[in-house]
Nanobody
Framework: QWQLVESGGGLVQAGGSLRLSCVAS????????MAWFRQAPGKEREFVAA????????YYADSVKGRFTISRGNAKNTVYLQMNSLKAEDTAVYYC??????????????????WGQGTQVTVSS
């Protein structure tokens, strides 16, 4: 069964950086567009960033544009989220997700068919 496993979360001071990783099992990773979402306590899960199957196209929420970078390494079945200039409002559980229909520029939570278990990011102010 295809699985996604996130890592790299933790506690960081405001202005600091973290790099999240998400490793996928299975040989079809390179066929799917991938994304990062996040969910803060008491809030709905929200889109953060997405990357096309070949890594050429990337998309970001306005709240993270210029601070976060999504990338992927298909040879390693891994998608990354480099987070710089972190703010207290970035505190959330971060999830990676796969769009099994490989749609482009997909911001919609319900359209991602496979999810990881999440990794906690806490930014102290």
């Amino acid at each position: 069964q295809w699985q996604l496993v996130e890592s790299g979360g933790g506690l960081v001071q405001a202005g600091g950086s973290l790099r999240l990783s998400c490793v996928a099992s299975g040989s079809t990773f390179g066929s799917y567009s991938m994304a990062w979402f996040r969910q803060a306590p008491g809030k709905e899960r929200e889109f953060v960033a997405a990357v096309s199957w070949n890594g050429v196209s990337t998309y970001y929420a306005d709240s993270v544009k210029g601070r976060f970078t999504i990338s992927r390494g298909n040879a390693k079945n891994t998608v990354y989220l480099q987070m710089n200039s972190l703010k207290a409002e970035d505190t959330a559980v971060y999830y990676c997700a796969a769009d099994l229909l490989n749609r482009d520029e997909n911001y919609y939570t319900d359209e991602y068919g496979s999810w990881g278990q999440g990794t906690q990011v806490t930014v102290s102010s």
